[in-house]
């Protein structure tokens, strides 16, 4: 059964720290994502890695994958309160078409 | 942009009743899906759909079915509600051919069983 972990489950920062988010998965898979969602709203797609070594950057955010290790991490550089959010990661589900599993979340909270 | 339409943002019912959630998507997508979400617990795979008529189980089936007899829109059917199904349900719809975008998400209906 394929599993995905994230860690830590609550993270709470000051603006202008770094910090990094963890999923590890349990099982093949060379296509993992992030998401975001914000209170009371639905989830979007931020970075999608598709392969060993991957690396991809978007503002304050960087995601990457080592799929040898099965590790994804999500780099927050210098947070700002706007990065406030529950961020998910997801890997496809072997053998199956985009059947996404997903991680239990981290909580951000970026404090001034 | 990909629009993904769930038909309630929120819902109350009754313990026993049928309930019924849709979802619409406006892409042309292959796959759909029913997620519920929980705190501590992410999100849970429930049935998803690759094709009309077509459905496979997810993780946490029991309880609910699904119907999907037009491409655009799936829905999810709570049999006999039940208060352990009070949960936010989101929805999601992707194309098989452009798999490395990921889901596309609804904004989520809130269902509360009393």
């Known amino acids: 059964e394929l599993k995905v972990e994230q860690n830590p489950l609550f993270l709470s920062m000051q603006e202008g720290k770094n910090y990094t988010i963890y999923c590890n998965y349990s099982?093949?898979?060379?296509?993992l994502y992030w998401y975001r969602q914000d209170p009371g709203k639905s989830l979007e797609s931020l970075f999608v890695?598709?392969?060993?070594?991957a690396v991809k950057q978007e503002g304050r955010l960087m995601a990457s994958l080592d799929t040898k290790a099965r590790l994804s991490t999500l780099h927050i550089t210098a947070a700002v309160h706007d990065l406030s959010a529950t961020y998910f990661c997801?890997?496809?589900?072997?053998?199956?078409?985009?059947?996404?599993?997903f991680g239990t979340g981290t909580l951000l909270a970026v404090q001034p | 942009d990909v629009k993904v339409t769930q038909s309630s943002r929120y819902l109350v019912k009754r313990t026993g009743e049928k309930v019924f959630l849709e979802c619409v998507q406006d892409?042309?997508?292959?796959?759909m899906f029913w997620y519920r979400q929980d705190p501590g617990l992410g999100l849970r795979l429930i049935y998803f759909?690759?094709?009309?008529?077509?459905?496979e189980k997810g993780d946490i089936p029991e309880g609910y079915s699904v119907s999907r007899e037009k491409k655009e829109r799936f829905s999810l059917i709570l049999e006999s509600a039940s208060t352990n199904q009070t949960s936010m349900y989101l929805c999601?719809?992707?194309?098989?051919?452009?798999?490395?975008?990921?889901?596309?998400f609804g904004q989520g209906t809130r269902l509360t069983v009393v």
């Open positions: 999601a719809s992707s194309l098989t051919s452009s798999r490395p975008k990921g889901a596309f």
């Open positions: 099982t093949t898979s060379d296509r």
């Open positions: 890695l598709l392969s060993n070594g």
């Open positions: 997801a890997v496809d589900k072997e053998g199956a078409t985009n059947k996404l599993i």
């Open positions: 892409m042309d997508h292959e796959n």
């Open positions: 759909s690759y094709d009309v008529k077509m459905k």
